[in-house]
């Protein structure tokens, strides 16, 4: 039976990810930060980690990757990843009217994700971050002013603590895609995917350069960010996802005339995609 960690705590987007990937027969373990889930795996208390790495509307979980990025010489790679629908509730204390909330609790994501029908429906509310859409609940269960605060989060939690939950619409699609994180590499599926980071020497053209020899070995670049490297002022690492194994020729072709070009390169892992 797999031990898994994962940001939690329980009934959170990312604990509904891990669910859905590993089952109900394995053990799960939360933690409170990305950080700690990393740990967990690299200190072999857990077998895989799941965290989330990207949205569909607010972009890149920047403490991930920033996890990548501060500990380039962890053994942690990727090894799966898990895309799912985000549906967002205003959870309210039963009797609660929209036109009483002059504050709402969640995760800087939710909020995010929610701003557009926040600032619509409740424009004067005051936005609060919490670590989790959970502990955002937990919290508005201790107000004792319960008519004035709310918490952006899943049904489930309202339904755990018999609070209300009122659907917050969103014409868009809304999608986060989670990493399976775990030691030594990941079996290799039909369609993969592989993710890598690199820095680049300082010279003009040198990211469009770093880049032809995927163009030349027709491979389908499906995501690129970058992050400072928080060492050097405008200094970047960039973060790529490719379509394509590490193993395969054309893959390892690109990758080695990358790497002449490049300060440091790091394969974060080859992975089967979502969809097989």
């Not at 967990?40 to 990207?54: C, F, Y």
Request: include cysteine; proline fraction near 5%; glycine fraction near 4%.
């Amino acid at each position: 039976m797999p031990t898994i960690a994962y940001l939690g705590p329980e009934q959170t987007n990312t604990h509904v990810a891990a669910l859905t990937r590993f089952g109900r027969r394995a053990t799960y373990v939360h933690a409170p930060t990305v950080e700690d889930v990393f740990r967990l795996v690299e200190r072999e208390e857990a077998d895989s980690g799941v965290v989330p790495i990207e949205n569909s509307l607010e972009g890149a979980v920047t403490h991930t990757l920033d996890r990548f990025l501060n500990f380039k010489q962890s053994p942690v790679t990727i090894h799966g990843e898990v895309e799912q629908l985000i549906h967002h509730c205003l959870i309210v204390h039963p009797g609660t009217k929209l036109d009483q909330i002059n504050a709402v609790w969640s995760h800087p994501q939710a909020l995010a994700q929610c701003s557009r029908w926040l600032n619509q429906s409740l424009p004067y509310a005051t936005r609060r971050e919490t670590n989790s859409t959970a502990d955002a609940v937990g919290s508005l269960l201790h107000d004792k002013n319960t008519t004035r605060r709310a918490a952006i989060g899943r049904k489930e939690l309202a339904r755990e603590h018999q609070l209300r939950a009122i659907p917050i619409p969103d014409h868009r699609e809304n999608k986060t895609r989670f990493l399976i994180v775990a030691l030594g590499a990941a079996k290799r599926g039909t369609c993969n995917k592989t993710a890598i980071l690199f820095s680049l020497k300082d010279r003009p053209g040198a990211l469009y350069d770093a880049l032809m020899p995927f163009k030349k070995e027709k491979i389908n670049l499906t995501k690129i960010e970058s992050r400072p490297s928080k060492q050097k002022a405008w200094e970047y690492y960039f973060f790529i996802d490719l379509e394509g194994h590490e193993s395969e020729p054309r893959v390892r072709r690109a990758l080695k005339a990358l790497e002449r070009s490049t300060l440091l390169l790091r394969i974060l892992g080859s992975y089967p995609m979502s969809n097989t």
